[in-house]
């Protein structure tokens, strides 16, 4: 079992940044591929990035490439996700989610390839 805790969350004006954090404990973190997630008002849950369990291998969402980067901290058990040059169309709720990945394989898309998720925390980016 991995819980997941997200943090970081806030309301930002369009152009500016944010960290997320997402915690980990249960498993010994270096197991599990991670991914982040986001959910709007009325819209389905969609990718955002994911994270190879080495840390070495990183995928992005189209709408976010080039401003969003993620990261992990093996020895801290905890993921990233540092939003810049944030836009309106970025507010949601972001979910960090762990899966089952070889070392080195990148998480893909899907949520269903995930295990385990946070709670959530919500993003609102103003214009």
């Known amino acids: 079992q991995v819980q997941l805790v997200e943090s970081g969350g806030g309301l930002v004006q369009a152009g500016g940044s944010l960290r997320l954090s997402c915690a980990a404990s249960g498993r010994t973190f270096s197991t599990v591929g991670m991914g982040w997630f986001r959910q709007a008002p009325g819209k389905e849950r969609e990718f955002v990035a994911a994270?190879?369990?080495?840390?070495?291998?990183?995928y992005y969402a189209d709408t976010v490439k080039g401003r969003f980067i993620i990261s992990r901290d093996n020895a801290k058990n905890t993921a990233f996700l540092q939003m810049n040059s944030l836009r309106p169309e970025d507010t949601a709720v972001y979910y960090c989610?762990?899966?089952?990945?070889?070392?080195?394989?990148?998480?893909?898309?899907?949520?269903?390839?995930?295990?385990?998720w946070g709670q959530g925390t919500q993003v609102t980016v103003s214009s």
């Open positions: 989610a762990a899966g089952s990945f070889s070392y080195y394989s990148i998480p893909g898309g899907t949520p269903s390839t995930y295990n385990y």
């Open positions: 994270i190879s369990r080495s840390g070495g291998g990183t």
